[in-house]
């Protein structure tokens, strides 16, 4: 450990260090110099479209690469992203919209997309620049459907607690494009498809990230209908038309979304170019620098915030009790927050389950702690996420905040606010999920 650095620096470097290793202007130029090697680059139209909250960044580092390197190229497309989430380019529409529930303007610029994919021919390329968000941002719902139903069914999903998995298993089965929907457009009519993907879900399948528009879905119209019952969601929260299209779609009266079986034949790849677990190494490499043995979790923890909070704390108690080093525990994976009725709340999951670590570890005075969405914004809030450490715990006593007063209100936000704690670094224009990270000092 250098005693010259603070945990505040530590954890905040670490944090640096996770988002670095996904930056697009980084990973896109790397991917496409693989795709497309040299006498392999595009020649005519290339069509670039997707959706997420790294997408703008995406299309802005693809532009840059094609000026350089695709001279005979003609380059064109839309791409939805998050307001505030922008990125310049010259010849791809950015759409800000929406997320988590979404609005009119991604509607729009959902249709946009369809409309465009409708137009491709043999020989043409479609390039997808997919990223965590689309699912909501890239929302074209089927024929009979409004976005006003898309909007209420999205809204109780997530006051329900079910988690993204879950989520985009319903979503699938209600959109035009997502599902695979949007490779099945481009197959149809010849045309090339690379998806390149930053994956923010845990196993960064294609098919789960934004909900995977041009990757084959294992889910069926029977597993979305069962996740709504699941949650108790029924006529008294979710629209008929939804209701209605998914008991369609069990009974065969709707086409699936895309199967391996439809992608026989077909030029369609995913390319999966960043991960949570990659960059949970990089946080493990700064930390390591800077004298911490860092254990890596995995990238696959989920479950509800404040429960995560308190197996952590236990975590960290029970290392701290068999080893003589400064340690860091780092973690990634979405967890979720449950909102009771009547309770608005005010932050987002990385905070949730920071106060919950927070309160649940009053014995532990030599950690430190942060927890952070890799994209920026963690929840209701423009904070990413927050942090402490042991003069934060003091200064916390000293002004008589009770943190489990704030966790019963769902206003983790509120907490760390009064305490100068938040994580505050604005759109970082990628999204690799949630980063968790524990110092635990002797």
Request: charged share 20%; with cysteine; proline share 5%.
């Amino acid at each position: 450990m250098n005693p010259s650095v603070t945990p505040e620096t530590i954890l905040k470097n670490a944090f640096a260090a996770a988002v670095a290793v996904a930056d697009p202007k980084i990973i896109i130029p790397q991917c496409l110099a693989k795709i497309f090697p040299v006498g392999q680059e595009p020649q005519g139209k290339c069509l670039v479209v997707g959706a997420g909250k790294a997408s703008a960044s995406m299309a802005s580092a693809l532009e840059s690469y094609a000026q350089l390197h695709w001279p005979q190229a003609k380059i064109e497309g839309v791409v939805l992203t998050r307001y505030g989430h922008n990125s310049p380019t010259s010849h791809i529409n950015i759409v800000e919209a929406g997320h988590p529930v979404p609005d009119q303007a991604g509607m729009d610029g959902a249709k946009e997309v369809f409309a465009l994919a409708k137009k491709l021919q043999a020989g043409d390329i479609l390039i997808a620049l997919v990223s965590g968000g689309g699912s909501s941002l890239l929302t074209l719902p089927v024929e009979g459907i409004s976005i006003d139903d898309m909007r209420k069914t999205t809204e109780a999903l997530l006051r329900s607690g079910a988690p993204i998995e879950e989520m985009n298993m319903v979503r699938k089965h209600l959109s035009a494009i997502l599902g695979g929907n949007l490779a099945r457009i481009a197959i149809a009519r010849g045309a090339r498809v690379e998806a390149l993907l930053i994956s923010d879900v845990t196993g960064d399948s294609p098919a789960d990230i934004a909900s995977g528009p041009c990757a084959a879905d294992y889910s069926t119209y029977l597993d979305a209908l069962n996740i709504l019952q699941k949650y108790r969601l029924g006529e008294d929260t979710i629209p008929p038309s939804v209701l209605n299209h998914l008991k369609q779609g069990v009974a065969g009266e709707k086409p699936e979304t895309l199967k391996d079986i439809d992608l026989v034949g077909a030029q369609v790849a995913n390319h999966v170019i960043a991960t949570a677990y990659k960059s949970l190494e990089a946080a493990a490499d700064y930390v390591r620098s800077q004298g911490y043995e860092p254990i890596v979790l995995g990238d696959t923890i989920t479950g509800e915030a404040q429960e995560v909070g308190v197996a952590q704390a236990q975590l960290a108690r029970d290392q701290l009790a068999k080893s003589d080093k400064p340690l860091a525990l780092i973690s990634g994976g979405e967890c979720t927050v449950t909102i009771p009725a009547g309770i608005k709340g005010r932050g987002g999951r990385c905070s949730e389950y920071l106060l919950s670590l927070f309160a649940a570890s009053t014995d532990l005075p030599k950690i430190a702690a942060l927890a952070a969405d890799t994209d920026g914004i963690d929840g209701s809030e423009k904070n990413a996420g927050a942090w402490f450490d042991g003069e934060i715990r003091a200064a916390g006593q000293s002004l008589g905040l009770k943190p489990e007063t704030f966790l019963a209100a769902h206003d983790c936000y509120g907490f760390f606010a009064e305490l100068g704690a938040l994580v505050e670094t604005g759109p970082t224009l990628t999204n690799v999920n949630d980063f968790r990270i524990i110092l635990i000092d002797q």
